[in-house]
T-cell receptor, first 113, second 114 residues
Framework: GDSVTQMEGPVTLSEEAFLTINCTYT??????LFWYVQYPGEGLQLLLKATKADDKGSNKGFEATYRKETTSFHLEKGSVQVSDSAVYFC????????????WGAGTKLIIKP | EPEVTQTPSHQVTQMGQEVILRCVPISNHLYFYWYRQILGQKVEFLVS????????KSEIFDDQFSVERPDGSNFTLKIRSTKLEDSAMYFC????????????FGEGSRLTVL
């Protein structure tokens, strides 16, 4: 079945370090891909998205490129800040899935000053 | 900017009690969802709702759960007889027909069952 696999956390980095959080997916069709972020004590917010192969989503300095050949959508940021500490969820959506998002398990990111 | 709103933000209840969680989706959206997240765990799909009926539901959404759109704005999740394992954060979401799948989430309702 369709699924999303994320790297396990927590990921601990120092401020200004380079961030990569890996996400790979399995899907029978051509999904849209998303990164959602959950800051401590808050709800889920869309961080970025990509709807077709080779699209790059970007927001707040984060980027992810939809790679169909490797079925991946890795999240990257060149220089992280303490305020980026949160849980990051990769998710996919298929048009024939009754509009249901399929989620990864989430990766907790801890940024130390 | 339009947003999804949920109430209450936190509810504490005794096991066996009925709970109703309320959501006001974005006004021009047609699809509505409930997800839940048990503390520290994965986000889980509960149910999707369109055209005044359930479109799809997960195995979690058993007979103890029900959803309703009682008027043109609210979308509710009822848990008839709460269990300890129902303690979780419940997220409401909505989107519009033809979207690329982006869901707009509320801030969540934390349910604690004692």
């Amino acid at each position: 079945g369709d699924s999303v696999t994320q790297m396990e956390g927590p990921v601990t980095l120092s401020e200004e370090a380079f961030l990569t959080i890996n996400c790979t997916y399995t899907a029978t069709g051509y999904p849209s891909l998303f990164w959602y972020v959950q800051y401590p004590g808050e709800g889920l917010q869309l961080l970025l998205k990509a709807t077709k192969a080779d699209d790059k989503g970007s927001n707040k300095g984060f980027e992810a490129t939809y790679r169909k050949e490797t079925t991946s959508f890795h999240l990257e940021k060149g220089s992280v800040q303490v305020s980026d500490s949160a849980v990051y969820f990769c998710a996919l959506y298929l048009m024939d899935s009754n509009y249901q998002l399929i989620w990864g398990a989430g990766t907790k990111l801890i940024i130390k000053p | 900017e339009p947003e999804v709103t949920q109430t209450p933000s936190h509810q504490v209840t005794q096991m066996g009690q009925e709970v109703i969680l309320r959501c006001v989706p974005i006004s021009n959206h047609l699809y509505f969802y409930w997800y839940r997240q048990i503390l520290g765990q994965k986000v889980e799909f509960l149910v999707s709702f369109y055209n005044n009926e359930i479109s799809e539901k997960s195995e979690i959404f058993d007979d103890q759960f029900s959803v309703e759109r009682p008027d043109g704005s609210n979308f509710t999740l009822k848990i008839r007889s709460t269990k300890l394992e129902d303690s979780a954060m419940y997220f409401c979401a909505s989107n519009d027909r033809g979207s690329t799948g982006e869901l707009f989430f509320g801030e969540g309702s934390r349910l604690t069952v004692l």
